[in-house]
């Protein structure tokens, strides 16, 4: 059993999964390493158990951390608030997040907004003195603005290191309020990769927000995501289900109501891998156990078990029949134009084994890809949810497949392998530095945008869109230099520095 909602501290990724976020090779090696019944790693590096061999580099240039994945999570939830108790450093995401969250609304046609995030702005002395009377008066400050339905608070670093009580904290003030109010255990530092974030997040929501006696919904389906168009809505409909869409933008309601859902879907394994698995644990809610719906054979088999679960195996077979006639004409097409042309994928870990996917639907030569980490399971254990596995067996191999955590000094040197004529990016801070090189790059704001059967055509047509702009990312490259040294960009290993050579 991997989920233990007892204690209020989630266990990290690294702990549960065995995740990783440095690696090189061939994707069919990784996916053989990461076999879901492989009891040991025979590479001969000492590692045992559930761990793939992992690199390790004497740095990080950048990256994201935990408490900022809860910021962008339990931050968008509409009617509650997120304190962060935190220095107010921690809190320098905020500007960014408020943006990506009014985008978010207006996209679902909700009222726009701002977030609610109000940081505890910890100094000196509070390292000292302790954090706790700060966090008190900030939940209660919180209350009297707001009166929001719940109040979470996301640890950081600094509160992890004086060791404030603020689950003592938390227990107190809900008593106070009566509202739920979830303390959220995040620490940049417990761990390597900011996917934990998600699970912190997700793990406060099933404590203490869930319906422990829940009035099942049988045409409820949850839909873990994040900002992206509502695509799930038509899409359901044709199998007469209803959308309850979490945990970004949705409601304490939104939230509560989880347990009466038929099934859980999401877009992408590694966002939804814990509060899925989770519900079908402690809630009795199915996860749909399946491929990603990306490219014909994954969405195939996501919507014929989804069908399967809930009862309308009919009605799936028709939509897929009318779907696959539907956008075959204008794939053609769009293979056509496409024709030998080689992108890069640079995302999340199971959202890059999509998008290459897609990517091979629409005739495009995938040579390289970068993933921010790399989960060798997931937490339902179900192979048929082994999304690296999905992508080698359906779509052939990537011979330069990578795990980095978004480290820019190695990206040039990936790009420089297999030389791309585009790139498709999450967490755009890449995205510059392929500009520098001549590369222009689709930056996948919307999640949503490659999914489902329309999702390829989507896909193909902003591929055309950002190539019709090469000229100028040519330009680009033309005039400005890297900051790099030019010892470093002779280098052809981008991983020579984590090898420690
Ligand atoms: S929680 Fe830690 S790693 Fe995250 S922003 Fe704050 S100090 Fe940085």
Same mark, same amino acid.
């Given at each position: 059993?991997?989920?233990?909602?007892?204690?209020?501290?989630?266990?990290?990724?690294?702990?549960?999964?065995?995740?990783?976020?440095?690696?090189?090779?061939?994707?069919?090696? !990784?996916?053989?390493?990461?076999?879901?019944?492989?009891?040991?790693?025979?590479?001969?590096?000492?590692?045992?158990?559930?761990?793939?061999?992992?690199?390790?580099?004497?740095? /990080?240039? &950048?990256?994201?951390?935990?408490?900022?994945?809860?910021?962008?999570?339990?931050?968008?939830?509409?009617?509650?608030?997120?304190?962060?108790?935190?220095?107010?450093?921690?809190?320098?995401?905020?500007?960014?997040?408020?943006?990506? %969250?009014?985008?978010?609304?207006?996209?679902?046609? !909700?009222?726009?907004?701002?977030?609610?995030?109000?940081?505890?702005?910890?100094?000196?002395?509070?390292?000292?003195?302790?954090?706790?009377?700060?966090?008190?008066?900030?939940?209660?400050?919180?209350?009297?603005?707001?009166?929001?339905?719940?109040? $979470?608070?996301? /640890?950081?670093?600094? /509160?992890?290191?004086?060791?404030?009580?603020?689950?003592?904290?938390?227990?107190?003030?809900?008593? @106070?309020?009566?509202?739920?109010? =979830?303390?959220?255990?995040?620490?940049?530092?417990?761990?390597?990769?900011?996917?934990? &974030?998600?699970?912190?997040?997700?793990?406060?929501?099933?404590?203490?927000?869930?319906?422990?006696?829940?009035?099942?919904?049988?045409? !409820?389906?949850?839909?873990?995501?994040?900002?992206?168009?509502?695509?799930?809505?038509?899409?359901?409909?044709? +199998?007469?289900?209803?959308?309850? $869409?979490?945990?970004?933008?949705?409601?304490?309601?939104?939230?509560?109501?989880?347990?009466?859902?038929?099934?859980?879907?999401?877009?992408?394994?590694?966002?939804?891998?814990?509060?899925?698995?989770?519900?079908?644990?402690?809630?009795?809610?199915?996860? =749909?156990?399946? #491929?990603?719906?990306?490219?014909?054979?994954?969405?195939?088999?996501?919507?014929?078990?989804?069908?399967?679960?809930?009862?309308?195996?009919?009605?799936?077979?028709?939509?897929?029949?009318?779907?696959?006639?539907?956008?075959?004409?204008?794939?053609?097409?769009?293979?056509? +134009?496409?024709?030998?042309?080689?992108?890069?994928?640079?995302?999340?870990?199971?959202?890059?084994?999509? =998008?290459?996917?897609?990517?091979?639907?629409?005739?495009?030569?995938?040579?390289?890809?970068?993933?921010?980490?790399?989960? #060798?399971?997931?937490?339902?254990?179900? #192979?048929?949810?082994?999304? +690296?596995?999905?992508?080698?067996?359906? %779509? &052939?191999?990537?011979?330069? $497949?990578?795990?980095?955590?978004?480290?820019?000094?190695?990206? %040039?040197?990936?790009?420089?392998?297999?030389?791309?004529? $585009?790139?498709?990016?999450?967490?755009?801070?890449?995205?510059?530095?392929?500009?520098?090189?001549?590369?222009?790059?689709?930056?996948?704001?919307? @999640?949503?945008?490659?999914?489902?059967?329309?999702?390829?055509?989507?896909?193909?047509?902003?591929? !055309?869109?950002?190539?019709?702009?090469?000229?100028?990312?040519?330009?680009?490259?033309?005039?400005?230099?890297?900051?790099?040294?030019?010892?470093?960009?002779?280098?052809?290993?981008?991983?020579?520095?984590?090898?420690?050579?």
């Amino acid at each position: 059993m991997r989920i233990n909602l007892d204690t209020p501290v989630v266990e990290s990724r690294e702990q549960r999964l065995g995740t990783i976020i440095a690696w090189d090779g061939k994707a069919s090696e !990784l996916s053989k390493q990461s076999e879901y019944a492989r009891k040991s790693c025979s590479s001969g590096c000492g590692e045992k158990g559930r761990r793939l061999c992992e690199m390790k580099g004497p740095f /990080t240039q &950048g990256s994201v951390c935990s408490e900022q994945m809860v910021e962008c999570q339990a931050g968008n939830i509409r009617d509650a608030v997120l304190i962060q108790h935190s220095p107010i450093g921690c809190g320098a995401g905020q500007v960014i997040y408020n943006s990506i %969250y009014r985008n978010g609304l207006a996209m679902r046609n !909700l009222p726009v907004e701002n977030l609610r995030l109000i940081s505890t702005n910890l100094k000196e002395q509070d390292m000292v003195f302790g954090g706790v009377d700060k966090l008190e008066q900030s939940i209660r400050d919180a209350w009297e603005r707001h009166h929001p339905k719940a109040i $979470f608070i996301a /640890t950081s670093c600094a /509160t992890g290191i004086i060791g404030d009580d603020v689950d003592g904290s938390a227990r107190k003030l809900e008593g @106070e309020l009566g509202i739920p109010v =979830i303390p959220l255990h995040c620490e940049g530092f417990m761990s390597k990769h900011w996917s934990t &974030g998600f699970d912190a997040t997700q793990h406060g929501i099933m404590r203490q927000i869930v319906r422990r006696n829940p009035t099942k919904q049988e045409d !409820l389906v949850n839909v873990i995501n994040l900002w992206g168009t509502d695509v799930f809505t038509p899409m359901f409909k044709e +199998l007469n289900l209803r959308v309850n $869409f979490v945990v970004d933008l949705a409601t304490v309601e939104d939230l509560a109501q989880m347990s009466e859902a038929a099934a859980t879907v999401g877009f992408c394994h590694t966002l939804s891998s814990y509060l899925a698995a989770g519900l079908e644990q402690e809630f009795g809610v199915p996860e =749909i156990k399946a #491929p990603q719906p990306y490219g014909f054979p994954g969405t195939d088999a996501w919507l014929r078990e989804l069908a399967k679960v809930t009862h309308r195996e009919e009605l799936a077979e028709a939509y897929i029949a009318k779907e696959h006639a539907r956008v075959a004409p204008r794939i053609a097409e769009l293979r056509e +134009l496409l024709k030998g042309k080689k992108g890069f994928v640079s995302t999340g870990s199971a959202y890059a084994h999509g =998008i290459i996917a897609v990517l091979r639907e629409l005739g495009v030569e995938v040579d390289g890809s970068l993933v921010f980490h790399h989960d #060798p399971i997931y937490d339902s254990e179900d #192979p048929r949810q082994d999304t +690296l596995a999905h992508l080698v067996d359906n %779509y &052939g191999d990537v011979p330069s $497949f990578s795990v980095s955590n978004r480290q820019q000094y190695q990206f %040039y040197g990936l790009l420089q392998r297999v030389k791309p004529d $585009f790139i498709i990016i999450r967490h755009n801070g890449l995205a510059p530095l392929a500009s520098r090189l001549g590369i222009p790059a689709a930056p996948l704001g919307d @999640e949503h945008h490659a999914l489902g059967y329309q999702g390829i055509i989507n896909l193909g047509e902003t591929i !055309l869109e950002i190539l019709s702009h090469k000229k100028f990312h040519e330009d680009l490259a033309a005039h400005v230099t890297l900051p790099y040294k030019k010892w470093w960009l002779d280098q052809g290993d981008p991983f020579l520095l984590v090898k420690g050579e």
